[in-house]
């Protein structure tokens, strides 16, 4: 635990918004995980507290009930595998094990592979289960960039890895690569191609300015979200927060280094919102996904301080979200 002699403002200009079937898709998801176990024991309770069908119905808030389940069902598996690396469990941090859980787990995606519980473990048969329901209702040119996001996945934990297992903290500049990989930004974004059932031309896609809304949505989901689970990586021994990535290359208090976060979330968000503003003259799947990549950062937002017991303390008693930017960068 730490404490944050004033209180931080954090920049958000949207406004919230939430799927109405936010119950439906959160009951679905605990049985789904009750089905692979997935949360066995004591775990399942953890789970309940989590509430990541909130998250899922905030960051796509238009999506359909069925999209919004499968969509809700990986990203919950996602956290899954997220907690293990986090938190430097023995197995996760095997580089043989880390190998051939990617092995594995590109079978399924690439190769048509199908595990069940018997021959394959929990995670492979619910991955399984989730991406046959995910192909019956995507491209196959979704497919392919949602492999290449997982391959990115499992690279940037695997060089994670690797600092964790030489006690290595990254530099800032390292880090700010790395991080939003690491986080899953680039799949939350991908995921709004498929829950909201978008389709954009390349050319369109690859557009500076949405390419870097890409990229400002992928960092400041990454900067709030070390800001709000601190606490949980200071008692893990993790050095992978940002806060304390620049606690040490700068030589700050920590005080401080959570401040000069703060700065960097509010600066990129003010970016985020020009460039959203911008977009008066593209079509409008683009603004459509746009607008889902603010409810993604403002989603993250409200999770995390209304709807989640996932953090080890109350987000509202050290930060608070303004919809003014009142401090010059």
């Not at 309940?48 to 598996?77: Q, W």
């Not at 199908?114 to 046959?132: I, K």
Request: glycine share 4%.
């Amino acid at each position: 635990m730490f404490t944050i002699t004033k209180k931080q403002e954090l920049f958000c200009p949207f406004q919230p918004s939430i799927s109405p079937y936010v119950q439906s898709v959160e009951n679905h998801t605990l049985q789904w995980c009750e089905t692979f176990q997935l949360y066995p024991g004591a775990m399942f309770n953890e789970l309940k507290a989590s509430n990541f069908g909130y998250m899922t119905c905030r960051f796509y808030p238009t999506a359909s009930h069925e999209r919004l389940c499968i969509t809700n069902d990986l990203l919950v598996l996602l956290f899954l595998l997220d907690d293990l690396f986090d938190h430097q469990d023995a197995v996760a941090q095997d580089p043989a094990a880390l190998k051939m859980l990617m092995k594995n787990f590109l079978g399924v995606l690439t190769e048509d592979k199908r595990f069940t519980m018997e021959n394959g473990g929990n995670v492979l048969a619910a991955l399984s289960d989730v991406w046959q329901r995910m192909k019956a209702c995507s491209s196959a040119a979704f497919q392919r960039e949602f492999v290449q996001d997982i391959l990115l996945l499992f690279n940037a934990i695997e060089w994670q890895n690797k600092n964790a297992n030489s006690w290595k903290t990254p530099s800032i500049s390292e880090y700010i690569e790395r991080r939003p990989i690491i986080g899953g930004a680039h799949i939350a974004g991908r995921l709004i191609y498929f829950a909201e059932d978008i389709t954009l031309p390349a050319s369109v896609k690859d557009h500076p300015t949405l390419q870097r809304l890409n990229d400002l949505c992928g960092h400041l989901g990454c900067w709030a979200n070390d800001l709000f689970s601190l606490s949980k990586e200071i008692a893990h021994g993790d050095t992978h927060n940002l806060v304390m990535v620049i606690q040490q290359e700068k030589h700050l208090e920590l005080d401080d280094a959570i401040h000069e976060t703060v700065l960097l979330h509010n600066e990129e968000m003010r970016e985020f919102y020009e460039h959203y503003n911008s977009l008066e003259d593209f079509p409008a799947g683009a603004r459509k996904y746009a607008y889902d990549l603010a409810m993604i950062l403002r989603g993250n937002m409200d999770w995390s301080f209304e709807d989640t017991a996932r953090y080890e303390f109350n987000c509202v008693e050290h930060y608070t979200i303004t919809d003014r930017l009142t401090e010059t960068v």
